[in-house]
């Protein structure tokens, strides 16, 4: 989770930047491509990687580390592996086990 969460949170940014929603129900109905007022998790991980493949400039499903902003961590990752941690930050946020996130378990600090 500790790798995972800096490159989520810059790629989050990146990928929707222009538009940052301005309530936590606008934040979700982002993810919540169903309507049906809670995130799944394919929508989740749907909607996390819109940054990798914003920064993914060759397209081949790997962030380089020339494709990376500079800083301290620019190992390369791939697309594969970027989803299954964010399937795995899924099932850990996923605090009742009811295999969707609801607006409290969007917004409780991750575990």
Not at 44 to 66: H, I, P, Q, T
Request: include cysteine; glycine fraction near 8%; proline fraction near 7%.
């Amino acid at each position: 989770m500790r790798r995972l969460l800096p490159l989520l949170v810059l790629l989050c940014a990146i990928a929707h930047a222009d538009d940052y929603p301005s309530s936590v129900a606008a934040y979700l109905a982002r993810f919540d491509q169903d309507g049906d007022g809670r995130i799944g998790p394919q929508e989740y991980v749907d909607y996390l990687s819109a940054g990798f493949r914003a920064l993914d400039a060759n397209r081949d499903g790997v962030l380089e580390a020339a494709e990376l902003p500079a800083g301290p961590r620019r190992t390369p990752r791939t697309l594969a592996a970027f989803q299954a941690d964010l399937r795995a930050q899924f099932r850990r946020m996923d605090r009742d086990g009811d295999g969707f996130l609801s607006a409290r378990e969007m917004a409780l600090p991750p575990r």
